[in-house]
């Protein structure tokens, strides 16, 4: 389908990305159709994939979850056992809310978001220093977002 998407879909999904409750009737104004064929394009949309699922984004800070930790992994050893084990045991971790096996020098990358410190301290010692075959946890603290999104650039 993405090979397939024209000026209207993607009037339609960057519309949709910024705010997934937009009515109908405004979605199809924003893509110059009328209600009947803009829902019936959104409809194929997420039959093909495309659009995945619509989720409510929340406010961290409103939550007390007020930091963000960016962890870097290293096991002791990259065959598929050990990373198939790594991964089932952070896929459990609330904290973790981004896990991503990288190329590079390390095997993994988290972001890891908690309300303080001491949060952090005991999900890195409870946890992730905890998971058999990790040899080696790098904590990194951001200390400003300059930018986060959850728009795709289409």
């Given at each position: 389908?993405?090979?397939?998407?024209?000026?209207?879909?993607?009037?339609?999904?960057?519309?949709?990305?910024?705010?997934?409750?937009?009515?109908?009737t405004?979605?199809?104004?924003?893509a110059?159709?009328?209600?009947?064929?803009?829902?019936?394009?959104?409809?194929l949309?997420e039959?093909?994939g495309?659009?995945d699922?619509?989720?409510?984004?929340?406010?961290?800070?409103?939550?007390?979850?007020?930091?963000t930790?960016?962890?870097?992994?290293t096991?002791?050893?990259?065959?598929q056992?050990?990373?198939?084990?790594?991964?089932?045991?952070?896929?459990?971790?609330?904290?973790?809310v981004?896990?991503?096996?990288?190329?590079?020098?390390?095997?993994?990358?988290l972001?890891?978001?908690?309300?303080?410190?001491?949060?952090y301290?005991?999900?890195?010692?409870?946890?992730?220093?905890g998971?058999?075959?990790?040899?080696?946890?790098?904590?990194?603290?951001?200390?400003?977002?300059?930018?986060?999104?959850?728009?795709?650039?289409i």
């Open positions: 389908m993405p090979d397939s998407l024209d000026v209207i879909d993607k009037k339609i999904l960057k519309a949709l990305q910024r705010d997934a409750k937009i009515p109908n405004k979605l199809a104004d924003m110059g159709l009328s209600p009947s064929p803009c829902l019936r394009r959104v409809k949309l039959e093909a495309v659009i699922r619509y989720v409510a984004l929340l406010s961290p800070p409103s939550l007390g979850l007020g930091m930790i960016f962890v870097r992994i096991l002791e050893s990259q065959d056992d050990s990373i198939e084990n790594f991964a089932a045991a952070i896929r459990k971790l609330p904290q973790v981004d896990a991503y096996l990288m190329a590079g020098g390390y095997d993994f990358l972001r890891v978001v908690v309300s303080d410190l001491d949060d301290r005991s999900v890195h010692m409870g946890h992730l220093a998971i058999r075959g990790v040899r080696n946890v790098v904590s990194e603290i951001p200390l400003q977002a300059i930018k986060q999104t959850t728009e795709l650039p």
